[in-house]
């Protein structure tokens, strides 16, 4: 079904972080964008859709007031909104903002450092980072924190007056991943999916003042990425299984049991249905959702297999709505491998 295409050659290998890959799609400009993070630099390629040109960036994370940062960057997202299009980087210390292309910073948010614990009342240090982002409803990114809040940043059409408007707290524990729903269906009433360490799902309905609809209970088991698609949660976990979720309700369609080893990246190809699924196993499946309306269910399909051999995967993406193409990053490659339908 699908066959090995070029790979692209990246500046670093790709670090073992959850959901580490982004691809964003130009067609005016017959261009895709990927982005992959190596510890504290994001690695950008634009390649042209014949094949031929490819230029690089690397974006570093960044500090106020310091020449060069050290901090981690967690991860590295597109994000599209319908007036324009951001790639947003979490780190240990902050949140920044960039078009698309990587030349611009326009926002900068920085991560609230816990103070240092006095000897009379210690608590054991926190480690501080933000880590998953979805842009969601018109004018929203959101974004993870390792307290368990969702920052809400409300995004104009254009220019740099980016403001948080709102923290959303209902996790007790670190985010994994945040996603929209996918596939444009005005129908749905929850618009986004928030996932933690504890494997816990909250549903929400965004808008000028979010609502949270739902929560849906994790097993003590990391949810390390999450899709929601026609009203569905997908939820990949560090069991390597994935479980499809009524988002408002919470009723569980489907349980598969989708890889031997922890999943760290999931996709859906929103006009065709279909779901990438990556794992620390070597294997990228593909395969297909049906909404039943009939029976208001979700049926899964398995269609192919690639084996990634001797690489811990860390991000897989679909190149387009269709699932026409994707790509994958693994630990310590310095390359994107591609794969497309034949």
Excluded at 285 to 299: G, I, M
Aim: net charge negative; hydrophobic share 40%.
């Amino acid at each position: 079904m699908y066959h090995k295409e070029k790979s692209i050659q990246i500046k670093n290998s790709a670090s073992a972080l959850y959901n580490n890959l982004s691809v964003l799609r130009i067609a005016p400009r017959r261009l895709t964008y990927f982005t992959v993070v190596h510890a504290n630099v994001v690695n950008m390629v634009s390649a042209s859709w014949d094949g031929l040109n490819y230029s690089h960036r690397q974006l570093q994370s960044k500090e106020p007031n310091v020449a060069t940062s050290t901090s981690l960057i967690m991860q590295a997202a597109f994000c599209v909104l319908p007036s324009r299009e951001l790639l947003v980087i979490t780190s240990q210390k902050g949140i920044q903002m960039y078009e698309s292309d990587g030349s611009i910073m326009v926002y900068w948010h920085a991560l609230d450092t816990p103070e240092t614990p006095s000897e009379v009342n210690y608590v054991p240090a926190q480690a501080v980072f933000a880590r998953g982002i979805s842009a969601v409803w018109e004018n929203y990114i959101c974004v993870g924190v390792s307290s368990g809040s969702i920052l809400v940043f409300d995004v104009p059409s254009k220019g740099s007056n980016i403001t948080l408007s709102e923290v959303l707290e209902e996790h007790k524990e670190s985010i994994t991943d945040i996603a929209s729903e996918c596939s444009g269906s005005q129908q749905c009433i929850a618009d986004l999916v928030s996932a933690d360490d504890g494997g816990n799902l909250c549903v929400w309905k965004s808008g000028e003042e979010f609502q949270l609809l739902n929560k849906i209970p994790g097993f003590d088991m990391s949810c390390s990425s999450v899709k929601l698609w026609k009203g569905t949660v997908v939820a990949g976990y560090g069991t390597g299984q994935i479980r499809l979720y009524e988002a408002v309700t919470g009723i569980l369609h489907a349980e598969v049991n989708a890889h031997a080893r922890w999943i760290y990246s999931l996709d859906i190809a929103p006009f065709s249905g279909l779901l990438l699924s990556a794992a620390e196993d070597s294997l990228v499946r593909v395969w297909h959702l049906t909404v039943s309306q009939e029976t208001n269910s979700v049926e899964v399909a398995h269609l192919h297999n690639e084996c990634v051999t001797d690489t811990q995967i860390c991000g897989a993406r679909f190149c387009d709505g269709d699932g026409y193409a994707f790509a994958v990053t693994g630990y310590d490659l310095s390359e994107i491998i591609r794969y497309t339908q034949t």
